[in-house]
């Protein structure tokens, strides 16, 4: 009879595990489709942004088009999510280059319309920075439970491996120094 | 700020120096009752003691009521003594901190509000606030009041039921409108054993609650809090690096562990502590120099929150 409950208990508490181990695998998708929502939000200001810069700079041009060509081939949906991640850091770094260059520019630097994607861009950067910690902590914790016991016994029979966590892009990790911006 | 500063304010001397003949007055009644009320019980336990109990207890009866009714008398003048206090000094005090600044001591934090903050998990069933100071610090407009709030169980004993109260909070809650918009509610609250044990409950097996348990990796912020959130995405990005660092040294800066949530645009913060502010005293001179060092300093500390989490920096699309 004891052995009995026992086991119903172990099978109940397995269940649970099991269980729990596949709803971190999907927090994994999940999270990483959080990524994907914020990119696109991302890239659909940069549009916006190309205009109103233009009608007040002539210098910007090379930023401008080099910006214009990295959200089209984002835009361009057959690219892989590795590639995507790069574009974006690249597409981050030129932003905030021009973002730093608008200083020269004190009309572009008091339009309404700027000051408001200027913000707006702030806020899909650390929305972006939010979305990227929190699939790292997702895929911490997934690869914690198939690492450790009991979960590593579920992990080898479902064939579940350990999935890497996103590195910053190098570009990112610097820190940005405005001559290195000017001068490019 | 210390009170160096502020003794230099002639009306705010001149208003303490027409309070303190008001105090000694009150001081002195009430020692007058307590005098009289500890003389009659005294009388009758040593009547008792010497074996005329009936006789002394009388006897010591007398005393003890007249003491009651000095007390009472004076009653109506300590508290208006107490409002002067609050209306005149307090709030001169808060105009010397910033002009923004004002006090409402019969307002608090009603509630409903505390409720909803969901600082607390339990609902209180005995609920007083008083001392609303509400104010501006630059572009965010923040409000605190002093709450104590507590709930009640009820024992079957021998001598029949037995009413317990306990405290859920008792302290002071701040409240600040907060830098970045947002849907969810985010909530951080000290951890312990009980809160630690649930948070692996929930995330390794079963979660009973509509929020999950959001692990950060500032592993200090993680191993002195539990933060719960409707979004994960959304809590990270409230709880940036950032703004965690600057958490941990607001927690650092206060006696207890505090709690803090985010809801509807709004950053709650509860912060125990063990004594009632703002409180005109009875036994000590309000002529002392530090009377009003304690009382500014919790100002202030509230004043400079907004400045420690820095909710002036308005870059994102809320202004």
Known sequence: ?184 | MQFSSLAGNVALQNILATMEVERKKIASTQKKGYYFIGGGILLGIIGSVLGFPMPSIIAGLAPVIYGGIVLFKINDELQAYKHTYKRDVISEALRFLDSSLTIAPQNGIVAHEFIHSQLFTTEPDRYKTEDLVSGRAEKTAFYFAEVHAEYKTVTQTKNGRKTEWHDIFKGIIFVADFNKNFNGSTIVRPKDFGSAIGAWFSTNLFSFSDKDVIKLENVDFDKTFITYGTDQVESRYLLTPAMMERILRLNHNSKYSISLSFIQSRIYIGFPLDRNYFEAPIFKSLLNPDLLNEDISTIKFMYDIVKELDLNTRIWSKN
């Open chain 1, 1 to 184: 009879m004891i052995i009995a409950i026992i086991l119903v208990i172990l099978i109940i508490i397995g269940i649970f595990f099991y269980n729990s181990l596949i709803g971190k695998k999907n927090q994994v998708t999940n999270a990483f489709s959080a990524i994907d929502v914020m990119l696109k939000k991302r890239f659909d200001l940069i549009p916006n942004l190309v205009e109103v810069v233009k009608q007040y700079t002539n210098y910007e041009s090379e930023t401008l088009s080099k910006i214009v060509e990295l959200r089209t081939r984002a835009s361009a949906g057959n690219i892989s999510d590795a590639e995507k991640a790069q574009i974006d850091s690249q597409l981050s770094t030129s932003v905030k280059g021009l973002m730093v260059n608008v200083e020269n520019y004190p009309d572009l630097k008091a339009n309404t319309n700027f000051i408001n994607l200027q913000s707006t861009w702030a806020e899909s950067e650390e929305q972006i920075a939010a979305a990227r910690r929190s699939y790292n902590a997702a895929v911490t914790d997934y690869n914690n439970s198939i690492m450790m016991f009991p979960g590593s016994l579920f992990a080898g029979m479902l064939n579940f491996h350990p999935v890497p966590v996103l590195e910053t892009a190098v570009e990112e990790r610097k820190n940005i120094s405005a001559k290195d911006l000017f001068n490019n």
